[in-house]
Each structure stands twice: as structure tokens, then as C-alpha cells.
């Protein structure tokens, strides 16, 4: 069975799902976008969870397209599962990067045994992604990767273009 997509225009921080993803960066020590809202709102238990990840196996840090897991802290979810997109790149085709950052998040979650998952437009805002692109291969990838026990993928969109784009490949 694969899991249902859904999409939400709105601010991930506010949703209620087992599992939020984080378009983090390699240090796991916050930033701006969805990170820097995701450790506001979720407060400093996230950051301490990061800390001990990049004093144990992460010393150099999460590298692009890899995910993992920490506390959801004080936001409604039980976990936070942060990814590094790919800069967008017009010399380099990164899109394979992406894909994985798709891919590998949503087998963290189901390592979690997480039924719920919220998602970003990762790499769409700071990192540059062309909206369009960026959710061509985000609808293409959670179709083929997201199997049980994940029973929702849920992408949250800021923006109504953003929406647009995402409703456009879903179809
Ligand atoms: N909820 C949902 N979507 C959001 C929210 C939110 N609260 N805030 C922004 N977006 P970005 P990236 C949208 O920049 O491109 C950070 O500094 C935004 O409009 O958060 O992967 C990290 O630490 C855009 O469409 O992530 C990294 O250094 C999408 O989410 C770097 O930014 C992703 O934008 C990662 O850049």
C-alpha cells in the first residue's frame, strides 16, 4: 500500500503528524527558512538533540541528501527528521540529491514507525530550487518511497505558487 499525499497550504511548525522534515544544512544547527522555524517553535530541545548527533556519529556534520532524527521538542509531532537539499546549480545536475533527500527522510520515518509525515519544498527557498522542478521530483519521488507504515505524505506549502506547483504534479 502506498501512503496518500496530500497537500496544505501553511507554516509546517503548526502541524500535527508523527513525523515534521527539516530543510536543515549540514552543521544540524539551525538557519533560517523552515529551520530557523522549526527550532524557534520547537525550542532548544531540538538544538541539544542536534548537538549530541554532531558530537556522536555526525562530527562533520549531515551530509546532503541524508536525513535523520531528533525530538520534535514542543511542536505537535513526535519527531523531526532534518535533510540538506541540494544548492540549486545550473552547471551541476543535483537532482538526484533531492530525490534522496525524499527518499531517505521518509526511511528514517518509517524506521520510527511513523504513519504521518509532513514535508517542505526542501531546497525551494534559500538553496534556490526552481519551484516546478523542485516539486516534479518531490511529488515523483514520495510516490514511489512512500510505503507502510507511512499512510500520509503531506506537503506544506507557504505560498499559493508553491501550492500551484505542487497541485500541478500531483495531478
Ligand atoms: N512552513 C512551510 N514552508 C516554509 C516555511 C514554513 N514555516 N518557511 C519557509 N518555507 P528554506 P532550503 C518554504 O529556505 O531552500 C536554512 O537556513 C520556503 O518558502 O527553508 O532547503 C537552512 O539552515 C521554501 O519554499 O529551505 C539551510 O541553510 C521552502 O519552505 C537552508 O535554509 C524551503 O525553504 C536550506 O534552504
Not at 50 to 76: E, I, M, N, Q
Not at 86 to 98: A, Q, W
Request: with cysteine; aromatic share 6%; proline share 3%.
Amino acid at each position: 500500500m502506498t501512503a496518500r499525499i496530500t497537500l496544505v497550504r501553511g507554516d509546517i511548525t503548526e502541524q500535527h503528524v508523527d513525523a515534521i522534515v527539516n530543510a536543515a544544512n549540514s552543521s544540524l544547527l539551525g538557519g533560517g527558512g523552515v529551520d530557523g522555524a522549526i527550532h524557534r517553535k520547537g525550542g532548544p530541545e531540538i538544538l541539544a538533540d542536534c548537538r549530541a548527533l554532531r558530537a556522536s556519529h555526525y562530527g562533520k556534520g549531515l551530509s546532503t541528501g541524508k536525513a535523520v532524527a531528533t525530538t520534535a521538542g514542543r511542536l505537535d509531532a513526535l519527531h523531526v527528521i532534518h535533510t540538506v537539499g541540494p544548492v540549486f546549480s545550473k552547471e551541476e545536475d543535483r537532482s538526484d540529491l533531492l530525490a534522496s533527500c525524499y527518499r531517505e527522510s521518509l526511511r528514517v520515518a518509517r524506521e520510527l514507525g511513523a504513519e504521518s509525515v509532513a514535508f517542505p519544498a526542501i531546497s525551494t527557498g534559500i538553496y534556490g530550487w526552481p519551484m516546478e522542478d523542485g516539486a516534479r521530483i518531490a511529488i515523483r519521488t514520495v510516490r514511489e518511497a512512500a510505503i507502510a507504515p507511512i499512510a500520509e505524505v503531506r506537503f506544506v506549502l507557504f505560498d499559493e505558487r508553491a501550492y500551484q506547483a505542487f497541485a500541478e504534479q500531483l495531478g
